[in-house]
């Protein structure tokens, strides 16, 4: 078993079990433990509709600390009023009885159908066997147990030197429909043996979720149980960040790395995907073009399908930049399909069908947009549209 | 042949012919004459793109007059420099020669690939042969031959008494793909004998507009080819409309009934579709509300699959509604499958799913959430999302 995820730093321990949420009996309940308090931040889907066991985890984590988490897979714990929250609060509990720690300490997370309740009886056994088998080697069944149409576990670590110590950053998510920015079917843990206050882990997190977690978008759809957490427990032994500088700047970029490494992987994972595709937009007049450019070419049906088909529509990308509601002058827009430009100042090339299919037909693909018209750059990670998209999601909850 | 399209009304001749433009040889070029100049008035694109012959129909139909229209499908005339604004007047001047009338008074639309210019011999050879068998009977074959993925031609008419007089509209339009509130991928004609003025029918089309074409979503994409455009020749000989009141409310009614009617065959017809689902909303505290609400559930790819799989998902409704941008208590929400409730009160219902496969497997579903929150209602037309939609859209240039 590798140790390339959540158990990578020191003192974490977790573990993946199968307790029957999942009717083809795969791994649904996963439990990650730090030995030691740890200072703990989270960002949280912005759906009005929001999963009972996020809200617990969003409540208890304005307290700053957690000493674990609890996430389920094959039900979302969602839109089941009192009896949720109930339920919620109830697998707080039992795990923290188990651990010997405040229920406070405890964070959830639940993903899969919207609209039946937790099985509870099947719930405790799952926390009681994930808790007898938590291990400092159990990343990669966490990483399993959290997965719902994902295709491969999504899991990654670095190490950096701070201060002359070791510090490691392990990551873990699952997506893989329902991705878009602002989160979206997504959740991902992240943890870590810097020593850092919790003013700057949240303020790392913001910052960098910007620039990964939320340049994702797989189908456009966001969710009620989106949520991205971090937990910090100090035992990498680096005096502790407390403020902006060198050691907060290294941190920031490692757990920039962790967080693009595990966006590109929900991208490429995103349900019934075949490639990864990159939008890049350059001379973006101001950040909001570009958001709405980028955001509104990934959600496009009909540019993700005409990947899908390897066709270079190009004409597709350049409707959805035109309808996003940026504004911009279609006539200085240069479009290229990896290297090769097939639209200039608005006029389509007669460019070689051919090399266009050789690009097309790779597993990355990247899409470059340039408005020649101001200093703004930015990218999104998006997915192809294939019929598999459509065979999943047409039978999910059966 | 049926004269039940843009025929029907006194005074219009059409036809519809094949040039060549299409691989499959089906026609593709649509011409509609008006006996003496009619009175005009347009909705087009709101696409930062738009594409030559749009541009020329949008500039030239300011002048508050039209006495024909150009429909080519097959090649969008878009994205193209000079060489496309020069094509589009080249289409209007040589139909102006045959026809005996200002150019200017010549409307075009073109439908299809963007980026490869058009064939002008084939246009031109198109053009004649349209002219030369130009009929008061021709509608259907003018409906015939704008049609691009659409798998039927869609047209309609109604009559209606005014000022005792019999006055007849006619419309036709094609989808089916990029079809989104705001127009999109939609090229749509209307014709009536009505005499009104051309204040009055502006005002009854963007009237009308709003509560039709725009609540139609297939895909979320919009084009740059898209407009709606009509044509009044006061051949009907009622007291020309020329202010407010019974006989503008009459023409705005039946041009509402001409326009619904259209519009759910553009949802029914949408790329890949197996049913018409229409989406409403009651009890909404304001107007924006209910759009933004309408707009994300009728494009979500996984409302949208779910459909197609006959998949009671009602949890993906109420996702979609949540991060729709508006803001509702969703605590109140009641969510119905044609008249099975499936939520109450924001709590999913232990519902009869014998029922709701029932319900799931007819041709048109209604989908309705009440919010109890406000006295507005609203409503919008879209599709599901099969394979085929996939299939068609990954291989459309080919």
Not at 34 to 58: D, P, Q, R
Not at 82 to 107: F, H, T, W
Not at 190 to 210: F, P
Not at 353 to 380: M, P
Request: aromatic fraction near 6%; include cysteine.
């Amino acid at each position: 078993m590798n140790n390339n995820g959540i158990t990578a730093p020191r003192g974490f321990l977790a573990s993946g079990v199968a307790c029957g949420l999942k009717n083809n009996k795969g791994k649904d309940l996963a439990m990650v433990v730090s030995e030691n308090l740890a200072v703990a931040a989270g960002i949280f889907t912005t759906n009005v509709v929001k999963g009972h066991s996020l809200l617990w985890t969003k409540n208890k984590i304005k307290n700053g600390h957690a000493r674990a988490i609890v996430i389920n897979s094959g039900c979302a714990n969602a839109c089941l009023g009192a009896r949720g929250d109930k339920d919620a609060q109830d697998m707080a509990l039992y795990a923290s009885s188990l651990i010997g720690c405040e229920p406070d300490n405890v964070m959830l997370g639940s993903t899969g159908v919207i609209g039946f309740p937790l099985d509870m009886d099947k719930i405790k056994k799952g926390i009681k066997s994930a808790f007898d088998s938590l291990s400092s080697q159990g990343g990669a069944r966490a990483a399993e147990a959290i997965m719902t149409t994902d295709t491969f576990p999504k899991e990654t670590s670095k190490t950096i030197e701070i201060d002359d110590k070791t510090i490691t950053l392990g990551g873990m998510c699952k997506g893989s429909g329902m991705i878009h920015p602002n989160m979206a079917t997504m959740i991902c843990l992240i943890t870590t043996d810097a020593a850092i206050s919790q003013e700057m882990l949240d303020k790392a997190l913001r910052s960098v979720a910007e620039k990964s977690f939320n340049r994702v978008s797989v189908d456009g759809d966001t969710s009620v149980c989106d949520q991205l957490v971090i937990m910090a427990n100090g035992q990498g032994g680096n005096t502790p960040i407390i403020s902006e500088g060198s050691d907060y700047e290294a941190f920031v970029s490692a757990l920039l790395d962790v967080s693009v490494s595990l966006s590109k992987m929900l991208a490429k994972d995103g349900e019934g995907a075949t490639k990864l595709i990159e939008i890049q937009v350059k001379g973006c007049k101001d950040i909001e073009s570009a958001h709405l450019i980028l955001n509104a070419i990934a959600k496009s049906p009909l540019v993700k399908t005409a990947f899908f088909g390897q066709d270079a529509n190009w004409g597709r990308i350049f409707t959805a930049a035109g309808y996003s509601g940026a504004d911009f002058d279609p006539d200085s827009v240069d479009i290229y399909l990896g290297d090769l430009m097939v639209c200039n100042n608005g006029i389509g090339l007669n460019f070689d069908e051919e090399k266009a299919l050789e690009i097309l037909k790779k597993d990355e693909i990247i899409v470059t947009l340039d408005f020649k018209s101001g200093q703004v750059n930015d990218r999104i990670w998006t997915c192809d549209l294939s019929y598999d998209y459509v065979k999943i999601n047409g039978s999910y909850r059966s």
